[in-house]
């Protein structure tokens, strides 16, 4: 269907950022959807995504998704609707300094303050999902962050689709600037009613300028009929600091390539994620950490918990730079497999092309401990209760470091696919 | 309390247990002795249930009703509790929530209102005092990191949590200096009432010493080949077992 994007982009070109939309357009156009042979795509079949005659969103009814909207972050929260900026359901309670707002109102007010930055950072090269997005650019969130500015309260960007019909794309895309000592914490959730089909296509750039500190969240919770794509890339300065945790629970198929670029001497990197899949659901992640600058640091911790016939993949890149001595870097993927049926495919890999640092990294699948099990049936547990406990403990190692509340309370409640 | 009536049971292709006949009352203490690969923890964990192993004749009657028949979970909830030889370590899971959880999965069986977190923590914390559990241990996960001594002092704390009407403790003393030896058979004689039974699986007389059992009985190549009271286990801790025949 990759014609149907083409005609759909001949109906809406022109406007802001014109050029930059028309080579991502030919991007598209030339690399065309992963036929699975691609090293990248080689376990997950986008197919579904490919065949299907996403419509372009044609405005929703937004008191219908006003339930959405009301979540413990709502405090200072961005609501989209199909992509699309919806007021009625924003607060954006933020400090005068920083320049926020929906991207669609930048690029129509004050295009300049976005162009130089947009689109620096998530390639589209060879990223086709990310050329898709970037041709379709339309809304999304901008964000600035003066040097030194510090927002305590989570700065909540939601993503609705209505599905309430045709199934219909949408290609949010966040920008967030942090400048010299600045920090924020960014939560983005990806929400749609159960049982509706629709495509999700969201590229986010981070942007952490010298000293900065960004705590960033994805919370992916689509519909189990939904397709969801992201690209999360992140720049950071020198000293600068980003913690990033992707929860992948929703959608029939979930891909996530999350990178982040370590080209400032001594900065920092967390990179975080809990997968739960279930039926047939898919869910991979490929993330890449590219050590550029001396005296980095990265953490990787991926968990994954797979049930029924799903399907899970990590696939997760270190690149050590020649440059880049007195690196350290941890990468660890752990899966807990729960029905004979479930599979994962991990694949760490370090690239290291300096000779001083710290590199390991390492991946386990596994299944419920058969011996714990038992002591705590012994106990008078249940052994649906057991089980629960066990993926809850499994899970709580991410669980324990998200920061934010309202994500941690969440997760501790919607792990639940368990016992089959 | 507890009739098992000619219990074969079997590992794999291996009989293990061949032929045990015993009767347990309420108020009573037996203890089991043996020496290794006798039979007696797979006594202890057929009686909770354990999986892979095989019954493969007999019958076990708890309180009248056919013990063999149900899980492990409606066991513990019916009143078995099996004090594990080597209590398994559940990371991620804290002690004190993982008591309650139990506790109250046992008294919703009983039709019993389950306690809340209040109400837990008054009863866990002076069922601590018994067995000199510090503190610290009852907010870490399960077993983890805990000493072997710590280890069975939680096992013993378990029990006087869920107050089971048959105990199974089995090996409860193995590797214990004697300072937790004296706290872990003062935790166990804490629990001797006229309406719980416990059976003590030792393979040493030395816990003995200190929880004074009313039976005793000594278990040989998966049967029971002699019965009796106190002085036949200090009989075998001066003789042995190879006298028994």
């Known amino acids: 269907m990759k014609d149907t994007y083409l005609a759909q982009f001949e109906k809406s070109k022109g406007g802001a950022l014109a050029d930059l939309r028309r080579r991502a357009i030919d991007r598209f156009a030339a690399l065309g959807f992963p036929t699975g042979r691609e090293e990248e795509w080689r376990f997950t079949d986008v197919g579904p995504i490919a065949e299907t005659a996403f419509a372009a969103p044609n405005g929703a009814d ?265 690196t350290n870097a941890v990468q660890t993927n752990k899966n807990l497999l729960l029905s004979k049926d479930a599979l994962v495919n991990t694949k760490p890999q370090l690239e290291i092309n300096a000779n001083d640092v710290k590199c390991k990294h390492g991946a386990t699948i596994g299944q419920l401990d058969r011996d714990m099990l038992f002591y705590m049936r012994s106990r008078g547990l249940g052994n649906d209760d057991a089980r629960r406990l066990l993926v809850h403990a499994f899970a709580s190692e991410i669980i324990d470091e998200v920061k934010v509340d309202a994500i941690r309370t969440q997760l501790g409640g919607c792990l639940h696919i368990l016992s089959s | 309390m507890l009739e098992i009536r000619n219990l074969h049971a079997s590992v794999g292709d291996k009989a293990v247990l061949k032929g045990i006949d015993l009767t347990v009352h309420a108020g009573e203490v037996h203890a089991i002795m043996g020496p290794n690969a006798s039979g007696k923890s797979t006594l202890a964990y057929v009686l909770a249930g354990r999986e892979n192993y095989a019954v493969t004749q007999g019958q076990v009657l708890f309180r009248g009703k056919d013990l063999l028949a149900m899980t492990p979970e409606d066991r513990a909830r019916e009143g078995v509790f099996l004090g594990f030889q080597y209590p398994v370590e559940i990371p991620g899971v804290g002690n004190t929530y993982f008591m309650k959880n139990a506790l109250n999965a046992i008294r919703k069986h009983h039709g019993q209102q389950e306690l809340d977190a209040a109400e837990f923590l008054a009863l866990v914390k002076e069922k601590a005092r018994l067995v000199e559990m510090p503190e610290h241990l009852m907010n870490r996960p399960v077993n983890e990191g805990f000493s072997g001594g710590e280890k069975k002092r939680n096992e013993i704390l378990q029990m006087a949590v869920l107050s089971p009407a048959l105990a199974v403790l089995d090996e409860t003393d193995s590797g214990l200096d004697i300072d937790a030896l004296r706290v872990i058979g003062g935790g166990i004689n804490a629990m001797r009432s006229r309406d719980r039974a416990i059976v003590v699986v030792t393979h040493h007389q030395r816990l003995l010493d200190y929880v004074v059992p009313d039976h005793v009985h000594v278990l040989v190549d998966g049967r029971i080949v002699k019965s009796g009271h106190r002085e036949l286990a200090l009989q075998l801790e001066s003789k042995g077992y190879g006298w028994i025949k």
């Open chain 1, 62 to 326: 937004a008191s219908r998704l006003a339930d959405f909207a009301k979540g413990p972050l709502r405090a200072c929260q961005f609501t989209f609707i199909d992509g699309r900026f919806e007021p009625s359901l924003s607060s954006l309670k933020l400090p005068k300094s920083v320049a926020a707002g929906s991207l669609a109102s930048f690029l129509a007010e004050d295009p300049k303050r976005v162009e130089p930055h947009l689109a620096r950072h998530a390639s589209f090269e060879k990223n086709t999902f990310a050329a898709l997005n970037t041709a379709f650019v339309r809304d999304g969130v901008f964000l600035h962050l003066p040097r030194g500015v510090k927002i305590d309260e989570p700065v909540h960007l939601l993503f609705l689709s209505a599905a309430d019909g045709t199934p219909v794309v949408s290609h949010p895309r966040v920008l967030v600037i942090a400048e010299e000592g600045a920090q924020a914490t960014i939560v983005e959730s990806y929400l749609g009613p159960a049982g509706g089909t629709y495509f999700t296509n969201a590229v986010t750039e981070i942007v952490a300028r010298e000293a900065a500190v960004i705590d960033y969240y994805k919370v992916q919770r689509e519909s189990p009929k939904a397709y969801h794509v992201a690209t999360v890339m992140a720049h950071l300065g020198r000293h600068a600091a980003l913690t990033s945790h992707s929860i992948s629970l929703g959608a029939a198929l979930a891909r996530n390539d999350i990178g982040a670029v370590l080209d400032g001497e001594g900065a920092d990197v967390t990179l975080n994620g809990l997968y739960e899949a279930s039926a047939s659901q898919i869910v991979d992640h490929h993330t890449s950490i590219d050590h550029a600058k001396p005296h980095g640091t990265s953490r990787e911790l991926y968990k994954g918990i797979l049930n029924g016939k799903a399907r899970g993949v990590f696939d997760g890149r270190i690149v050590v730079r020649p440059d880049a001595q007195k």
